[in-house]
């Protein structure tokens, strides 16, 4: 089969032809047909510090996808060949603590689809049963099902407290910051602010119904609540970015007993008024992953109930290129100049 492949510890990928995978007693066999490039798949491909302390190469990535059940193992049960399918990429234990508890996407044994074991750039990828999320919705494309790995991290960081009637932050036009503002307007959020500095993600941030796009490197936030009437300060901050001036700018602009989702990599550490956390009565919830399942249960029930959120989370895809032309995505991802790209690995 056709693949990305990282032979080794240094930068770049090579399309090659590496042997299918095998399904396991256990497993699911899947011909994948589109694939979403993510914030990993940079780092893995241009091999930086991070990379070089996460990623066991030879390896081949990738971990947001689509496709269709071509084989499955004897003990498999429910998901049967013909199904078409995306995947949750953590693959957990099932008897640690958190494990045993129900808090799977807590376990601390994860492996991850796509870093430590061979992922889905490629035309055939291979996962648990115990991890495959089955599409019954006919409106779910393949572009679309090549991102609900993301999408997931999107509602699993939106839903992390109740947003009815709150004024909500969200720090980081990305993709999954974009999709963001598409769940809080589901879930009842009031008014909706997003910050980055890409004026094209901020454009695509106005097209979804944000109340207002703030580019943080001509306007503060707080500059930003005067334009939105706001007289105490937001109420929910998702940050996104992982930027280092983000989260103390959000801090200075909650209101008191306002809550914090947290789901951006910081690349540096950051300085925090921890008084302020303190003496505001602020929340701080970190976010990984998305919560198995019950935000892919979610994620499914909002596409099929709700047109709108269905039309503008099929928007963030901005790019999709023939698999052959990786390069050409992964340029475009790394640009940070528009939405999601999807590679097609339909072609081969």
Known sequence: ????????????????????????????????????????????ESWDAWAAQNINAPLIPGHEFYGEVVAIGAQVRDVKIGDRVSGEGHIVCGICRNCRAGRRQMCINT???????????????????????????????????????????????????????????????????????????HAGARKIAITDVSEPRLELARTMGVDLAVDVSSTRVKDAQRELGMREGFDIGLEMSGHPTALPEMI????????????????????????????????????????????WYAMSAMLSSNPLLHRHISAVVTDSLP????????????SGAGGKVVLDWTGF
Not at 137 to 162: K, R, W
Not at 282 to 290: A, D
Not at 324 to 332: K, Q, S, T
């Open 1 to 44: 089969m056709k693949a990305l492949y990282k032979s080794g510890a240094h930068a770049g990928f090579e399309l090659v032809d590496r042997p299918e995978p095998e399904a396991g007693p256990d497993d699911v066999k899947i011909r994948v047909m589109t694939t979403g490039i993510c914030g990993t798949d940079l780092h893995i």
């Open 111 to 185: 492996v991850s689809v796509g870093v430590q074991r061979d992922g889905a750039f490629a035309e055939y990828v291979v996962i648990p049963e115990t991890n495959v999320w089955v599409h019954h919705d006919t409106s779910v494309t393949p572009e679309l099902g090549a991102i609900f790995d993301p999408f997931g991290n999107a509602v699993h960081t939106a839903l992390s407290f109740p947003l009815v009637g709150e004024d909500v932050l969200i720090t980081g036009a990305g993709p999954i910051g974009l999709m963001a503002i598409a769940v809080a307007r």
């Open 252 to 295: 200075d602009n909650m209101n008191h007993g306002g809550r914090i989702a947290m789901l951006g990599l910081p690349s540096q550490s950051i300085d925090i008024n921890w008084g302020k956390v303190v003496t505001h009565m602020l929340t701080l919830k970190g976010i990984y992953g998305r919560e198995m399942f019950e935000t």
């Open 323 to 334: 698999a052959a032309r990786w390069e050409e995505g992964f340029a475009a991802a790394r």
